[in-house]
């Protein structure tokens, strides 16, 4: 069983991501049941869960009263969570009615998924979202093996002591069997958090004591289907709406970023980058073209809002700053593109620019790499904080804050030779065609049989995490 909080139901109307695509095909593999919120938001009380089967998936939705949604969702998930797990203490609004709604919600969703466990099930939950619940399944009594992913960084303990209440959390994560990070530090993070804030002993071989309970935390970082992802952005490149774009280039090199559009993802940063370098390197003055693909995320929230605001008028002055009667260097574009017309984008792209200022892994840099062409590989420009790069050793690594330095990391990755250009590419497309999504799945799912309920013990599976103690 599978839960999360948004759900890849068929014909949904969210376009398929990289994960919800993984996630699909765990449970096409195995069968089993997916669980999650329908996307839609009700007054008063919300009905019973809603089921779905297609072949041997059983997707499961349930509703959220219009204030659950804003207590779980938009309060404490990604008004509270979310910038303290990206370190932006400065953004955080806390209220004790968003804590209390989230906690609710997750003894929801418990009650739900209780009904529907048989005794050998797995379960694998996913995200911020639900910290809370295993700790809600224990109350019921559930016995089977619980596992969490975490899809964004976990904060370090001197930060996440800022958050009321976050003993409660850490201890409810004690609940399950398996905790399951991006990186080595996230999951250093987790370990210091359990043994410091709420005093878990560590056991030996990546396993934590608290109370009765034995959790185990490992290192899973999430994959892309390489393989796949390349032919799609390989079939992609002669579409219609690719040839499109390369014909409005007029041979301009391309600049591309693509992210939802989140205060986490350093988008103020990367126009500052883009105007530096107009302003410092004025050779790539009408020799580039920026584009950046960042759909509207989160928007009935406040701060993401007020981003929004600022990076239209950051594009505007700089376009205005720099551009001719024939060229603008920003093409500024808040639509969701179609997945193969993003892949087909990426191929194109003389530089993948990816920058935030702190991320749990990061696909858009993953698929990048597996777009390109091998013959004429672009370069990726990767901040030095986003899980991905300690995989993605050979991209150009940059500071996200460090305005010059990436526009002198652009400078270099526009003139990079072709035997550089293929050498960075070799070495970053191995390590993706090693670590899958398939790869990710499969790792996680072992090391979770490997836990059991009677002995606690997760063989051999958590080596990388020992240093974590
Ligand atoms: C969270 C963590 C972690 C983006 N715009 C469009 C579009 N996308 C797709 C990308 C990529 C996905 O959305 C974004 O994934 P990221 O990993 O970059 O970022 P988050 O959404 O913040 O994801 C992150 C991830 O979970 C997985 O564990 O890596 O750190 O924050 O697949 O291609 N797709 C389409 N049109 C768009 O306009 N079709």
Excluded at 224 to 233: H, N, V, Y
Excluded at 320 to 333: S, Y
Excluded at 351 to 377: H, I, S, W
Aim: aromatic share 8%; glycine share 10%.
């Amino acid at each position: 069983m599978i839960v999360s909080n948004r759900v890849g139901t068929p014909g949904g109307t969210r376009t398929a991501g990289g994960l919800v695509v993984a996630l699909q095909d765990a449970l096409r593999d195995r069968g089993g049941v997916w669980v999650g919120w329908s996307g839609e938001t009700v007054q008063g009380e919300p009905g019973p869960a809603k089921s779905l089967r297609r072949g041997r998936i059983t997707y499961v939705t349930l509703d959220l009263a219009r204030e659950a949604y804003e207590a779980f969702y938009a309060g404490f998930a990604n008004g509270t969570l979310w910038p303290l797990f990206h370190y932006r203490l400065g953004l955080i609004a806390f209220r004790r009615r968003d804590l209390e709604g989230y906690l609710a919600v997750n003894e929801r969703f418990a009650r739900t998924i209780a009904e529907l466990l048989r005794p050998d099930d797995l379960v694998w939950v996913h995200d911020y979202h639900f910290l809370a619940l295993a700790a809600a399944l224990r109350r019921l009594g559930v016995a089977n093996r619980l596992g969490f992913f975490l899809h964004i960084p976990f904060p370090a303990p001197e930060v996440l002591r800022a958050l009321p209440g976050h003993e409660r959390l850490l201890r409810a994560l004690a609940d399950y069997d398996l905790l399951g990070f991006q990186t080595d530090s996230d999951a250093r993070c987790a370990a210091e958090g359990l043994e410091r804030l709420v005093g878990a002993e560590a056991v030996g071989e990546g396993r934590w004591r608290l109370g009765e309970r034995i959790v185990a935390v490992g290192v899973f970082p999430v994959g892309i289907e390489t393989d796949g992802f390349a032919r799609l952005a390989a079939r992609a490149a002669d579409g219609p709406e690719v040839s499109r774009l390369a014909e409005s280039l007029a041979g301009r090199a391309l600049i591309l970023g693509v992210d939802r559009l989140d205060y986490s993802k350093g988008l103020l940063g990367r126009l500052q980058a883009i105007a530096e370098l107009l302003e410092r390197r004025p050779q790539w003055r009408r020799r580039i073209t920026f584009l950046q693909i960042a759909p509207v995320s989160r928007g009935e929230l406040r701060q993401y809002r007020a981003l929004r605001a600022e990076l239209d008028a950051l594009a505007g002055r700089t376009n205005a700053r720099f551009a001719d009667v024939d060229w603008t260097p920003i093409r500024w574009v808040n639509r969701n593109v179609p997945r193969a017309v993003l892949a087909g984008y990426l191929r194109l792209a003389r530089v993948g620019f990816v920058t935030p200022l702190r991320d749990g892994m990061n696909l858009v840099a993953k698929e990048y790499v597996a777009a390109q062409d091998p013959e004429d590989p672009g370069v990726l420009v990767l901040s030095r904080l986003a899980g991905a790069a300690e995989e993605l050793r050979s991209a150009v690594l940059v500071d996200p804050l460090d305005v010059e330095g990436m526009a002198e990391a652009l400078d270099a990755a526009l003139a990079m030779p072709l035997d550089e250009r293929r050498a960075r590419w070799a070495a970053a497309i191995a390590v993706l065609r090693d670590h899958t999504a398939a790869r990710w799945r499969m790792r996680f799912l072992e090391a979770l049989e490997a836990t059991g309920p009677a002995t606690g013990t997760a063989a051999g599976v958590l080596t990388r995490c020992a240093a974590a103690t």
